[in-house]
């Protein structure tokens, strides 16, 4: 009875609306924002003869109604408002309807997406789901960043005492420890799965685990070894059988870089504890946890954030929900780009990259995960059908075919999100519509810094609950030389290391050359310092005959032993870092002005930007490091979206074969040819100093 009497209300609506003229409906759009969702009522309600009778009637007065309103996905809206009253609901903003846009809170144990290009508001939709105490107060939030862009968050009144900011230095934890005593064996295979996964390395993990039981079998009860007696007993032979067998001495050195590069990126300090309970009181606390790691490897930080999800997901399933308070967790991965792109499942053994793999587990165990990529289309297939909701800031460049299949829609809803303004994001989640919607959400503001005293001042509240014990001798009561090897550092090699810090585009030789040291001596100063951990060779072709370059990189353990603070140019990895600060030296700074990651438009950045300061000519600089088809689509991006009158781009290739790789791929199409005239490949070569 009501529906009849409700339907011919809306019927005379309409019939009024039918009657009016084009200038008509704009003032009423203009002043009536409701208006649009009654187009959306009359394009939704099927069932309903009157309006769809009215809608074949109407049809030229409604199409302009649904310009006016500049939403295409208005026929996706509702007509009521969605379960908003219960209080589990998480609002990240409002359609232009008016009608809650948002997340169930126990979706979050499920995973979920935020895609979208630099720059266009990722974070910032982010932090408008951080900021809510309701998530706080029931979940443990760990957000992994690679930037300090969410450290105000701890300055935000309401969430404030829930939230403590960690560096890799302030996570003590013990990396063997197991979850309970009688644990170990099932602490090895959960460690070795780990290094494995993150890195690659399926071959050397029952090397690794033999090792390892060996280590741990050596042992007082209750003592741990820390990461660099691990370093140094599986770099040991002493007492092994097999001592010159070559397979072995492979998986040997496979498993020695996989944990050098823990230890270089992360620093010893992180794991130097023999036993720790910080990640128990960690995952038994409901609060955010933000763990800042800036210019780590991807591979590091897929380690890393794969380590404390398995910790987690292996604690329930071996101790159930109650051994950790039963709090759900929640992990972010922001900038998770390279952990979550479609080449992590084609490099994995069993065809599903690390990351997908354990959030596609950790379902059951109350373990949720928020992965923050750059593109959906390169996103991996395991992670995207295991998403419970995704959200979109923006999509530019990416297949059309795979973006409309995956968000549902249709190509001007597509149009539509290439040109989005940046306060709109796009929300598909199917457990409140079965069609995505945009919604509008505010920037974000907070105006107070938390200052590094602060900082520590929040954090130590949190550690006064954690009891951390230090490390022990290794497994054969001699000194370990991993972590005691920092204080014999021959004055040579600290010479050569500040060397590095200041001029990272030096070749090996010309280091050895301004150092005073003849190749032998350079050679064996060199070798004590990759040896040690403090710093990385890398080779770079030259593109003539077989020519490599060599330099050094100093690792993050290497900047501490000689105190070098600098902020890093770029948000790229040290490699990045390094050809950054070396292109940048090609410029003569009395001629060019330089920026780093400047950002050229609203959701464009660019790694550095020279302007002449006389003739104001510019040239864009790429460090091309990715995927060749990644480069080509932000200097397309770029071309189109500034006036490229008097700018000239340069992309930076990594080797010979990169620049191969991208050259076939710019000469495919014809109208690519003003890229090619505008764009110069360099390699990385040309600009370190022989
Ligand atoms: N709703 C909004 N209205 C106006 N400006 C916004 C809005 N949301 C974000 N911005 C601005 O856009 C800029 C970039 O946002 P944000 O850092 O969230 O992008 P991102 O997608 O995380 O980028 P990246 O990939 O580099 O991490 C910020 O400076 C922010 O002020
Ligand atoms: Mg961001």
Not at 105 to 118: A, F, H, K, M, V
Not at 304 to 333: D, E
Request: with cysteine.
């Amino acid at each position: 009875m009501t529906s009849e009497k409700e339907s011919k209300n809306r019927y005379s609506q309409k019939q009024i609306l039918a009657q009016l003229s084009n200038q008509q409906i704009k003032n009423i759009v203009k002043n009536n924002p409701q208006l649009a969702r009654l187009a959306s009522l009359l394009l939704t309600d099927t069932a309903d003869e009157h309006i769809q009778a009215l809608y074949k009637m109407n049809m030229d007065q409604i199409s302009a109604i649904l310009k006016l309103s500049h939403d295409p996905f208005i026929g996706n809206y509702p007509h009521s408002n969605p379960p908003t009253a219960f209080s589990s609901f998480i609002q990240l903003g409002k359609t232009s309807t008016d009608i809650t846009a948002g997340i169930d809170l126990d979706q979050l144990c499920r995973n979920g997406i935020i895609s979208g290009p630099t720059g266009s508001g990722k974070t910032t939709v982010l932090k408008h789901l951080l900021t809510k105490p309701d998530l706080l107060y029931r979940y443990r939030v760990v957000v992994i960043v690679r930037k300090k862009e969410l450290r105000h968050l701890a300055c935000v009144p309401e969430i404030s005492p829930l939230t403590q900011t960690f560096t890799a230095d302030d996570l003590a934890v013990s990396i063997m420890q197991p979850w309970q005593d009688g644990y170990h064996k099932q602490m090895i295979n959960m460690l070795c799965r780990v290094i494995a996964l993150s890195f690659n390395k399926f071959a050397a993990q029952n090397f690794l685990n033999e090792k390892l039981h060996q280590i741990v079998h050596h042992r007082p009860k209750g003592a741990y070894p820390t990461l660099s007696q691990i370093i140094e007993f599986v770099s040991q032979r002493n007492g092994e059988k097999y001592k010159y067998n070559y397979r072995r001495e492979q998986l040997r050195e496979s498993c020695l870089t996989s944990l050098k590069a823990i230890e270089d990126n992360l620093g010893a300090e992180m794991w130097n504890y023999s036993s720790s309970d910080m990640l128990r009181i960690l995952f038994s606390t409901p609060g955010l946890a933000i763990l800042e790691l800036e210019g780590i490897d991807p591979q590091v930080l897929a380690f890393l954030s794969i380590y404390l999800m398995y910790w987690r997901y292996s604690c329930v399933q071996f101790f159930g929900r109650k051994s950790l308070s039963q709090i759900p967790a929640l992990f972010v991965l922001d900038d998770a780009t390279p952990c979550v792109q479609m080449q992590a499942d084609k490099n994995a053994a069993g065809g599903i990259g690390p990351v997908g793999d354990i959030m596609t587990m950790s379902r059951s165990a109350g373990q949720g995960t928020i992965v923050i990529p750059h593109s959906l289309d390169n996103t991996s297939q395991p992670i995207i059908q295991n998403a419970g909701f995704i959200a979109v800031t923006a999509s530019r460049g990416e297949s059309p075919y795979k973006l409309k299949n995956i968000l549902n829609i249709n190509d001007e809803q597509l149009d539509y999100l290439r040109t989005m303004p940046q306060n709109e994001a796009l929300l598909y989640n199917p457990r409140h519509f079965d069609l995505p919607i945009l919604f509008k959400y505010p920037p974000f503001h907070c105006q107070n810094i938390l200052s590094e005293t602060q900082r520590k001042k929040s954090l130590q509240k949190f550690l006064q609950h954690v009891h951390i014990k230090p490390a022990v001798g290794p497994a054969n009561g001699t000194q370990s030389s991993g972590s005691a090897g920092t204080g014999q550092i021959p004055q040579p090699a600290t010479d050569m290391l500040k060397a590095v810090c200041n001029q990272p585009n030096l070749s090996v030789t010309a280091l050895y050359r301004k150092a005073g040291l003849n190749a032998a001596q350079g050679v064996r100063t060199k070798k004590h310092l990759t040896d040690n951990g403090f710093a990385r060779e890398f080779k770079y072709s030259t593109g003539l005959a077989g020519g490599m370059l060599s330099v050094l990189i100093v690792t993050a353990k290497g900047k501490k032993l000689i105190g070098h603070k600098h902020r890093p140019l770029t948000n790229g990895g040290p490699e990045h870092e390094m050809a950054a600060y070396a292109v940048g030296c090609d410029f003569d700074k009395a001629i060019w002005h330089l920026g780093y990651e400047v950002k050229i438009s609203k959701s464009l950045r660019i790694d550095i930007a020279a302007t002449n300061i006389q003739s104001r000519h510019r040239v864009f600089i790429n460090i091309g490091i990715s995927r060749a088809e990644n480069e080509l689509r932000h200097f397309l991006d770029y071309l189109a979206s500034v006036n490229t009158a008097d700018t000239s781009f340069i992309l930076v290739c990594r080797d010979t074969r990169f620049r191969r790789q991208f050259l076939a791929l710019l000469k495919k199409r014809p109208e690519w040819k003003k890229l090619r005239q505008k764009l110069r490949c360099t390699l990385v070569a040309d600009y370190i100093k022989r």
